[in-house]
């Protein structure tokens, strides 16, 4: 296993869409664990993505009314625990500014957005029938996931390897840690898939995310392609 701690990516501005986003992802994650019980059950599944709501547009909780057209959005600023936010929140840092550094803070709050929205909507597809709500930013951050692929493949991550009782830090290329990211998160939804779901983990959105803002970067015009490579920095 790979947990990315850092890269070695200068940017040339600061980054205050990230910084902004995860603001905001912590302190709607504190604002909920101010509700406790039902109270928090009710606030998730009020808030949260709940893909058989979306797929036949009908709440399943009339008794807690929620935005439910807007829930693919709201679901991306909320968490189920400390470790889930902790996480999304360490990857968004490392691998955000430098996607940001490119598209400038604007247009990289809407592909963030853009991207969590394709995570969705492959996540309900595929789970139409599902009443457990997704949260998380997950799906908006693998996004980033892809575009930074695309764009710094060789760039170096500081990375911590697990693998059994052999624990390491070492520098790896971010087609690397993010490859073996992506082809987990496939592996991964795929298994879900043939054991009927239920895992607890949206995988699928995902993949979504991350194959959105892999092909978004791999595929826009050779024009913007040009530009984006006289700002990447060289080994």
């Known amino acids: 296993m790979f947990i990315p701690l850092k890269d070695e990516n200068p940017t040339r ?10 603001v905001i992802n912590c302190l709607v994650y504190f604002y909920s664990m101010t509700k406790t019980g039902m109270n928090f059950q009710i606030f998730i599944y009020q808030f949260g993505l709940i893909p058989t709501e979306i797929f036949h547009l009908s709440e399943i909780t009339p ?13 991306m600023f909320l968490h189920g625990g400390f470790m889930h936010l902790a996480g999304n929140m360490l990857y968004l840092w490392i691998f955000g500014n430098n996607i940001e550094d490119q598209l400038g803070p604007f247009k990289f ?13 492959l996540f309900v597809i595929f ?17 980033v996931l892809g575009g930074y692929l695309v764009l710094f493949p060789r760039a170096r991550v ?17 087609k690397v840690v993010l490859g073996f ?14 054991s009927g779901g239920g895992g607890g983990v949206a995988w699928l959105a995902h993949v979504g995310g991350f194959a959105f803002g892999y092909l978004w970067f791999r595929f826009s015009s050779k024009r913007r392609q040009k530009k984006w490579q006289s700002k990447v920095y060289t080994e």
């Open 13 to 22: 501005n600061k980054p205050i869409a990230t910084f902004i986003l995860i």
């Open 63 to 75: 008794d807690y009314p929620s935005p439910l057209l807007l829930s693919p959005f709201t679901s």
């Open 109 to 121: 709050i809407i592909f963030y957005i853009v991207s969590g929205l394709a995570a969705s909507f």
């Open 127 to 143: 789970s139409p029938s599902s009443q457990i709500p997704m949260v998380g930013a997950s799906g908006a951050i693998a996004g």
């Open 158 to 174: 500081l990375t911590l390897m697990f693998l059994f009782y052999f624990i390491r830090m070492i520098y790896l290329p971010a």
């Open 181 to 194: 990211w992506f082809v987990y998160q496939l592996i991964m939804s795929v298994i879900e898939s043939g």
